[in-house]
Every structure is written in structure tokens, then in C-alpha cells.
């Protein structure tokens, strides 16, 4: 064959880069007419990588085809592959950032992150999908879930702006209205504003009732309520400071014991609802509450002017009043764990009971092994060897192997969506 002169070629090359988006076939016969004739040295190079209308051809991967990899980033979502959903949406939006399926990829690869614990990603593809929403029920889906991980982000002014104005805008009913009170009262409870939260968490209480009737049992959202009026209480209880003169310390005690009361009422109506994994969550949570109280009363202040020996005297006496409290939280944690076992869940609520149980049992032993001593003794011991407590870690939101549940329905597998 005939090679083609210098100039032809070049002139070959600039008139199939005005169509080549538009044809394989131009691509095609491009290359081989490039591999049959000698390459002049001021020809310009093969681009890296050459995009059509929906496929991009690189000539160090595989050929990238927008409906494949976004149909195949949606199946990876729905089972529960989070990786690899990522991994392949990620990559849909770096090559086919203006196509048919960008819109919906953008809400997709955020329940694949929030999913995840990536919430402050989640939150970016939300933000894109809301952006890009002209549908109002999809602008509201994109809202909502943005909301949601704002909470999780710790963005909670902005979450709390952002379902002020959905309760506002949109006429929400049932669960949505509900749904959109709990997390606002969630990012309340985050900004100390407890009397707003708990006022929020009355209100999707009321609009769950409205939704469900007398079908309690099993309700996700209503034992999730429950339990995150327990967290405001048991937040607001742990504010407190029983600090001196003694008649502050008094009405300090009788409010701790006020909200102390609230909390294990909500708690226990969570458990009451009998969904598995907010019964496990609460009863973890309830046990962490008499922890709580405990220490706090422990780290009351006393009198100045108490000597070393009244100083003993008055904790023997205080580890005797608070002793039950311990054994109350490992009867809570024990109970726990055998409805955890019972149901089969192995989730993170789990698996901090368990710890928690075990750092029990070793302080319950060591307060019997003072209150069988010389109070003097005792109080030695108990200076020598400091209370210690690492902070209460909630492992929360819970993730789809936490519940243990498919979430097929929530992805967004139609671009027209």
C-alpha cells in the first residue's frame, strides 16, 4: 500500500479530530492508516485518551462505556459492595461529567459514602444532585439526605437551616415530616439547645403515631426517636456541675436526677419498640448512663475545709451509695448482650458492651475490695489507684451491615430521576 504524503496525513488528522467524538469508525481507520505509514518527526502525538458520546477509549484501560459503568456503580450499591460502587461512580464523574446518567450518579455515590461513614463526602455528591435538580421531589430527596449528613459532618447549623426550610417549604407529612424533625433536633442536641431538640422529638413522635397508628412493633423510626431523647437527656444531665456551696450541689443533684429519670424513660421506651438494633443501641446506652451519674457524683465537690480522715470517711460512704449504680449498669450491659446474641447481631453497640461489661466487673471488684477495708485503707487504695473512664463513643449513624438490611430501593438507578 501506498503511504500517504506528509501533508495528506496531517490534513487527515485535523479533519477527523472535528468528528471524532461523533464516530468510532473515523478513530478506527485513523489508526490504521497512522500504522501503515512512516511517522514524520513534526506529526502531532495521539491524544491519551479519546472520548465519544458515550464511551472513552484509553490505550492504557479498558474501553469506558457511561451506561455500563453507571449501571454497574448501581448494582455494585445494591449489593452492598460500598467499595466498589465508589470506586466505579467515582470514575463515571471524572470521564462523563455532562451526561445522561451524571445527575443520578452524583445521588448514588453519596448513599454509597454515607454508607460508608463518608459523610463529609456524602455530602458534596448530595450538594451536586441538589444543585442539579429541577424535579421537586428530586430536589427534596437531595435535601434530605444532605441534611443527614450534615448532621454526621458536624455541619449543624447548616443542617439545622436546611430542614428549618423544608419544614417550612415543602408539605411534608408522616414519616418525611418526621424524619426532617428528628435530625434537626439532632443537630440541636449537637449545638446544646436541648429545649429545641426535645421540642423537635415530640413533634416526630406525634407524626409518627399519625403514620403508623397502633403498628408499634419493629418501627425503626419511632425507636430511634426514643433513643435520641434518651442522648438529650443524658447530654443535658451530664452539663451539670455539682460544684459547692452545698445547697447548689443539692439542687444540681436533684436536676441530674430529673433528667437521669427522663433519659432511662426514653431509653426503655426505645427498647419497648422492639427493633433489634435500636433495643441493642439503647440498652448500651443505658448502661452507659448509670455510668454517667456515677461519675459525676463521684467528682462532686466537698467541703474545703474536710481533713484527710473526714476525706476517707466521706468517700467510703459515697462508694457504699454509688456501689449500685455499678451494679446496675452490668446487669444492663448483661442483659444487653444476651439480646444481641439472641437476634444474632454482632454490630458496634455490640461490641462496646462487651468492653463495657468487662471494665465494669473489674471496677465493681474494686469497690468491694475498698468497702471491705479500714476506710483510712481504703481511701489510700483509692487515691493510689484513680478512677479512669475513656470517653463514650457512639457508633453511630448505623450502616446497612449494622441492621443488617438491603437498601436496594433507595438507589437512584433511572437518570430521568
Request: charged share 25%; with cysteine.
Amino acid at each position: 500500500m501506498k503511504p500517504l504524503s506528509d501533508k495528506a496525513l496531517n490534513a487527515l488528522l485535523i479533519s477527523s479530530t472535528c468528528y471524532i467524538k461523533r464516530s468510532a469508525v473515523i478513530f478506527i481507520g485513523l489508526t490504521c492508516l497512522y500504522a501503515c505509514s512512516a511517522r514524520p518527526s513534526h506529526l502531532p502525538a495521539l491524544p491519551n485518551e479519546i472520548e465519544m458520546d458515550t464511551l472513552v477509549i484509553r490505550p492504557t484501560g479498558p474501553i469506558l462505556d457511561a451506561k455500563a459503568l453507571f449501571e454497574e456503580g448501581v448494582g455494585a450499591f445494591q449489593g452492598q459492595l460500598f467499595a466498589k460502587c465508589e470506586e466505579l461512580l467515582k470514575t463515571y464523574l471524572v470521564h462523563f461529567s455532562d451526561e445522561i446518567y451524571t445527575h443520578a450518579t452524583h445521588y448514588n455515590l453519596g448513599l454509597c459514602l454515607e454508607f460508608q461513614r463518608k459523610h463529609k463526602d456524602a455530602a458534596e455528591q448530595f450538594q451536586s444532585y441538589y444543585d442539579l435538580s429541577k424535579d421537586p421531589s428530586d430536589r427534596l430527596d437531595g435535601a434530605v439526605r444532605l441534611g443527614y449528613n450534615f448532621v454526621f459532618s458536624n455541619r449543624l447549623e447548616e443542617a439545622v437551616d436546611l430542614y428549618s426550610e423544608l419544614l417550612t417549604t415543602y408539605p411534608l407529612k408522616g414519616f418525611d415530616r418526621a424524619e426532617c424533625h428528628l435530625r434537626r433536633a439532632m443537630a440541636k442536641t449537637g449545638l446544646q439547645k436541648y429545649a429545641e431538640a426535645d421540642r423537635d422529638l415530640s413533634a416526630a413522635i406525634s407524626h409518627i403515631y399519625g403514620a403508623i397508628g397502633s403498628k408499634l412493633p419493629g418501627n425503626e423510626a419511632l425507636a430511634e426517636v426514643h433513643f435520641q431523647r434518651g442522648e438529650v437527656y443524658r447530654r443535658h444531665m451530664g452539663e451539670i456541675d455539682l460544684k459547692m456551696p452545698l445547697s447548689r450541689i443539692k439542687r444540681s443533684i436533684a436536676d441530674k436526677t430529673r433528667f437521669f429519670r427522663k433519659s432511662l424513660h426514653a431509653y426503655v421506651s426505645s427498647i419497648k419498640v422492639n427493633h433489634t438494633y435500636w433495643a441493642i443501641a439503647a440498652g448500651h446506652q443505658l448502661g452507659v448512663l448509670h455510668e454517667d451519674i456515677y461519675e459525676d457524683l463521684l467528682h462532686a465537690e466537698y467541703p474545703p475545709e474536710f481533713d484527710e480522715e473526714t476525706r476517707a470517711y466521706y468517700f467510703f460512704e459515697l462508694d457504699k451509695k454509688l456501689a449500685p449504680l455499678i451494679r446496675e449498669s452490668i446487669s444492663i450491659y448483661e442483659k444487653t448482650i444476651t439480646i444481641s446474641a439472641t437476634q444474632g447481631a454482632g454490630n458496634s453497640w455490640v461490641q462496646s458492651t462487651k468492653e463495657s461489661l468487662v471494665r465494669l466487673r473489674k471496677l465493681e471488684a474494686e469497690l468491694q475490695r475498698r468497702l471491705s477495708m479500714d476506710p483510712l485503707d481504703a481511701y489510700k487504695r483509692k487515691t493510689s489507684i484513680p478512677y479512669k473512664r475513656s470517653p463514650v463513643i457512639v457508633p453511630l449513624p448505623p450502616t446497612p451491615q449494622d441492621q443488617g438490611e438491603m437498601y436496594e430501593s433507595e438507589s437512584k438507578s433511572q437518570a430521568s430521576r
